[in-house]
């Protein structure tokens, strides 16, 4: 009998408060019960906030008072769990630790995830940013319909500038989680975004026997696939990967109003210097209805067309070439219609944003155990949900050849040792 789960990836972005982004975020996991959905993921710090293409006013040597200001609203935008600046881990997860006045410990975030889970009866993965003490720390939850939440980590590397904004979480938070769902044992754990790229943390997931492997991320750039579909294969196991699609316009406030002009998108900077190809004035645009509007200008002198397909020179393919008018002897401009589909209708334009208004085009996706796609990456869709059916004794299937958890390791001649964590798979 197959061991299938549904599963499935969020691309959400952030809404303008937390309070909002819980909201959206049970929203999103109803849809995903409406279709049978057993599993979900969310992308890195969904809740609280990924700050894309926010300085916080840092320069090597200075730090600027406008960007203490962003980190003031970003710091309220995170989420408190009740946890401890050194991470309490088992303690947390079973709520032993000391209760306040009121009762629960942090904003109450955790139990309202845990009731969403209930509710819904989807398994919850989410991304999240975690305030304890004075610190701010990149995180995941894992949160059980039945049991609630049996797990978190922190990102133990940040990268680039977010070191500046998250602490360095505990190595101990990698330790793997078991659950079952319809008679599947699921061995789920995650690494963050680049944590990606550290191999001997990934053996260290590799070591506790994952099947499930969660890669909540903000890397848009097209060699992520690659690297998912490279995890996939090296550890037989199935791979999620999670990132948000946004658009300039939904950046909060706090960052357009203080940021300077150079901004990164997908993690290149979009402060290009123009070029003959760059400079070329668009012929027409589009309303958000997706009707087209003709711009007046000067004329070409081919007056043809430019297709997003244009090849590497900047010169479109001969084929793709189409005048958009003629003129009469007499001077006038006969516009002439577009190309028809093979149905003979006109072709709409959609009404999705210029490519050129995304900050983070999505690109998530989902792997099997041997590699392969089985759904994305999907790109520009700002509320973008994949699901796809799984069987996880294709896991084991693809251990004939290769365990890098146990015999392909020759764990007797090659030693790894994590602080604090035990790397044995979790019973």
């Known amino acids: ?6 599963l499935a990836v969020a691309q959400s972005h952030t809404l303008s408060t937390t309070s909002e982004t819980l909201a959206a975020l049970e929203q999103t996991a109803r849809r995903a019960r409406s279709q049978s959905v057993d599993l979900i993921l969310f992308p890195e710090a969904y809740l609280g906030g990924y700050p894309r293409t926010a300085t916080f006013g840092a320069a090597v040597g200075a730090r600027r008072p406008e960007g203490r200001e962003q980190f003031l609203h970003y710091f309220k935008d995170a989420v408190d769990l009740g946890d401890t600046p050194e991470g309490a881990g088992r303690k947390w997860v079973d709520k032993e630790l000391e209760l306040p006045k009121g009762g629960v410990r942090g904003d109450g975030t ?3 995830l845990e009731r969403i889970a209930k509710e819904t009866g989807v398994f919850i993965a989410t991304g999240c940013v975690e305030r304890s003490g004075g610190t701010l720390y990149c995180a995941v939850l894992y949160v059980c319909p039945k049991e609630g939440v049996l797990g978190k980590r922190r990102k133990v590397m940040p990268t680039g500038s977010e070191r500046l904004i998250w602490g360095q979480g505990q190595p101990s938070s990698l330790r793997a989680v078991t659950t079952t769902i319809k008679g599947v044992k699921l061995t789920l754990a995650s690494a963050i975004c680049w944590e990606n790229y550290m191999p001997l943390l990934r053996q260290s997931l590799y070591s506790q026997n994952v099947n499930l492997y969660l890669a909540p991320t903000a890397d848009g750039r097209d060699t992520w696939l690659p690297l998912m579909r490279t995890i996939a294969c090296e550890g037989r196991c199935v791979v999620l990967s999670s990132n948000q699609c946004m658009t300039k316009s939904n ?4 960052i357009t109003e203080h940021n300077g002009e150079e901004k990164a998108v ?4 979009t402060n290009i210097t123009p070029t003959p190809s760059t400079m070329r004035r668009r012929k027409s645009t589009y309303t958000e209805e997706g009707n087209e509007i003709i711009l007046c200008g000067m004329k070409d002198t081919d007056d043809v067309a430019v297709t997003e397909s244009s090849s590497t020179n900047g010169s479109p393919p001969a084929s793709r070439l189409r005048r958009k008018s003629t003129y009469t ?3 006038h401009e006969i516009a002439l219609p577009g190309p028809k589909s093979t149905s003979g209708v006109f072709q709409k334009p959609s009404a999705k944003p210029d490519p050129s208004e995304f900050v983070s085009r999505g690109g998530s996706c989902i792997i099997s155990p ?7 990456p ?5 509320n973008g949900l994949l699901t796809v059916d799984v069987d996880f004794e294709d ?3 693809g251990r004939l050849d290769l365990d890098v958890g146990g015999s392909y390791s020759r764990n007797d001649s090659f030693k790894l040792t994590v602080e604090g964590l035990d790397i044995s798979p979790p019973p």
Do not use: F, I, K, Y
């Open 395 to 397: 896991c084991l299937r």
């Open 251 to 254: 950046l909060p406030s706090w």
């Open 110 to 112: 955790r139990e309202e």
């Open 378 to 382: 999907l790109w520009d869709d700002e």
């Open 1 to 6: 009998m197959a061991q299938t789960l549904r």
């Open 266 to 269: 997908n993690g290149h900077s």
């Open 329 to 331: 002897e007499d001077g």
């Open 370 to 376: 041997l590699g392969d796609v089985l759904s994305g």
